[in-house]
């Protein structure tokens, strides 16, 4: 049985496999009205990288935690791709789209970890 947090490490592995940048991991633990207990947020370069972040994701979220997102959504555009993991929201966005709804805002009170780019 994979805990919450080890998902959120595998989550966070695939999105580096891939070069995803500026991650942020969003801990909403105990705030009230969140509908997840983590947010895991980066960025790709273009929508072919968007997309392959998202395959990484789901192939390390299977074969390492044993899960998979029982929705994605925004797979056409790969402009901001949604993964909803349950406990997990997975969102990988274009540059240009983070900025515009800038969601690690949303929830000022959580506690926010930045996870350094590998290069």
Known sequence: MTTVK???EVITQGIQEKKGQEIVIV????????????FVICTGN?????????????????DK??????RV???QQAQ??????????????????REYYNI???WEDAKVDVIPNID
Request: net charge negative.
């Open 27 to 38: 801990d909403m633990q105990g705030i009230e009205g969140a509908i997840c207990n983590y």
């Open 73 to 75: 959504v925004g797979e």
């Open 104 to 106: 690690e805002r949303l």
């Open 6 to 8: 080890q998902l959120v």
């Open 46 to 62: 273009s929508p072919t990288q968007v997309s392959a972040i998202m395959d990484s994701v789901e192939d390390m979220a299977r």
């Open 80 to 97: 901001w791709i949604a993964m909803d993991y349950v406990d997990v929201m997975v969102h990988i966005f274009l540059p240009e789209t």
């Open 65 to 70: 935690a044993g899960e998979k997102p029982i």
